[in-house]
Every structure is written in structure tokens, then in C-alpha cells.
């Protein structure tokens, strides 16, 4: 998979690596709200070897780190902070994630926009990851008489998207019967012979994959994967 994503990135950019060009990038302010909590606001501490795909004008080697709670790419220069450009045309790989700023839709027409991780690419369909923050703010321990930190914890959802339309996976069984119900009792057959773990994401992938298949047999194998949902999301 990592492979196809790679020759993805290869079609459209050049060959070109340098600096990176100004209009890439814009100024950003450094978040120092959560400094006293437990936890981080960056998917990882460090800046991670990275590359940076602009459709226009090529690839750029450098170095970013994912911020969270700002859904942005930075980029330190010196003392200087940067993000780069939100703008579906530029993408980026952080340290083998595949980010690119989408403008999603939910299946009920909410705008979805957003950074994305690219996981699993076929002709019908994608598989998308995200990050999130929960935030738990600090309490007052009556007990010992201290603050207690707040807490920052990373919360990763995927999706199921097609043609700009998105739809969230669910992580547990029951819910994810219920979503594919067209087909729900041969994939809690499929659950129960693979042993899949919807919480590993290979599984989660081999699931929609195998969904994928059976409505390939049906009378109309054209019928969007997103059909008949539950539209909450």
C-alpha cells in the first residue's frame, strides 16, 4: 500500500527538490494554552523527514510535524514558525503518513474539510484516517488539595469516501453491521471466520474491501458503497 501511495505522490510532481517556496507557506503563531497539560497537541514531538507535493511546482525535501488541535502542517525556520498552505493542491508525507487538505462533504452535505492520512486507495473507493484532540481540562483535587493537569489525547477516526462524499467507520461491531446492512450477515460471518479486529487498521481495511466485493455481485455492481446510510455524520 505504502508503495501505491508513493507512485501516487510521483504522478503528480517533478522531479524538482528544493527550498521551499514562499507562496507555500504562511505565517503561524506557536500554541502555548496546553503547555501544562499531559500530552501533546502534535500527532509527534519532532519534526520528521517530510516531503512536500505542490501540484504546480514541484517536490520539496524538508522537515514538519502535524499539529492537532490546529489541523496544520509546520514548519520551522530559524525562530520563525510557518504552516503550509491549506489548499488541496498541496499535499504532504510525514514520516511515511500521506496528509492531504481535503474538501469533504458529509453524506448530509455538511462541509468536512480538512487534513487527511491517506491509508488504502482503490478505483471505487478510499479509506481516509484523521486526527483529532480530546481535551479533558484541570480539575481541582479536593483530596490531595492540588491542580490536577489536564489531559490532551489523540483520537484517530476513518472514513469512507467517495467522489468528495464522506462517511464515518465505526470502530465496533454492532455499529458497523448496522451501517453495512445491505450485506450485514455475510460480514458477521466474514467478522467471525477472519477474526477481524476493527481497531487494527489492516482489518478495517480488509472489512470494506470484502463489503466491496459482495455488492460487486450484485444486479447493479455499480452502487455507490455509501447507499442506504445511516446520515447522522
Given amino acids: 500500500m505504502k508503495k501505491v501511495l508513493l507512485l501516487l505522490f510521483l504522478a503528480i510532481s517533478t522531479t524538482l527538490f528544493a527550498q521551499l517556496p514562499r507562496n507555500l507557506l504562511t505565517t503561524a503563531?506557536?500554541?502555548?494554552?496546553?503547555?501544562?497539560?499531559?500530552?501533546?497537541?502534535?500527532?509527534?514531538?519532532?519534526?520528521?523527514?517530510?516531503?512536500?507535493?505542490?501540484?504546480?511546482?514541484?517536490?520539496?525535501?524538508?522537515?514538519?510535524?502535524?499539529?492537532i488541535y490546529t489541523d496544520a502542517l509546520e514548519f520551522s525556520q530559524g525562530s520563525k514558525l510557518f504552516n503550509i498552505v491549506k489548499v488541496p493542491t498541496t499535499h504532504a508525507r510525514i514520516d511515511g503518513d500521506y496528509f492531504y487538505y481535503c474538501d469533504f462533504k458529509s453524506q448530509r452535505g455538511l462541509k468536512r474539510d480538512g487534513y487527511y492520512v491517506l491509508v488504502e486507495l482503490t478505483d471505487k473507493y478510499r479509506?481516509?484516517?484523521?486526527?483529532?484532540?480530546?481535551?479533558?481540562?484541570?480539575?481541582?483535587?479536593?483530596?490531595?488539595?492540588?491542580?490536577?493537569?489536564?489531559?490532551?489525547?489523540?483520537?484517530?477516526?476513518y472514513y469512507l469516501e467517495e467522489s468528495g462524499v464522506i462517511m464515518e467507520l465505526p470502530m465496533n461491531k454492532k455499529d458497523m453491521l448496522a451501517a453495512f446492512s445491505d450485506k450485514g450477515n455475510e460480514l458477521k460471518e466474514y467478522l467471525k471466520t477472519e477474526k477481524i479486529r476493527l481497531k487494527k487498521e489492516e482489518d478495517l481495511i480488509r472489512l470494506v474491501a470484502r463489503y466491496n466485493a459482495l455488492k460487486s455481485t450484485d444486479s447493479n455492481p455499480s452502487q455507490s458503497l455509501l447507499s442506504n446510510r445511516d446520515t447522522r455524520n
Fill in 127 to 157: 479509506i481516509y484516517k484523521k486526527f483529532t484532540l480530546k481535551i479533558k481540562e484541570p480539575t481541582h483535587n479536593s483530596l490531595t488539595q492540588a491542580e490536577d493537569p489536564g489531559l490532551l489525547r489523540m483520537i484517530t477516526t
Fill in 29 to 67: 503563531e506557536r500554541v502555548s494554552t496546553f503547555d501544562e497539560f499531559d500530552g501533546s497537541i502534535y500527532m509527534k514531538g519532532r519534526y520528521k523527514e517530510s516531503s512536500v507535493i505542490d501540484e504546480k511546482s514541484g517536490t520539496y525535501d524538508t522537515k514538519l510535524k502535524y499539529n
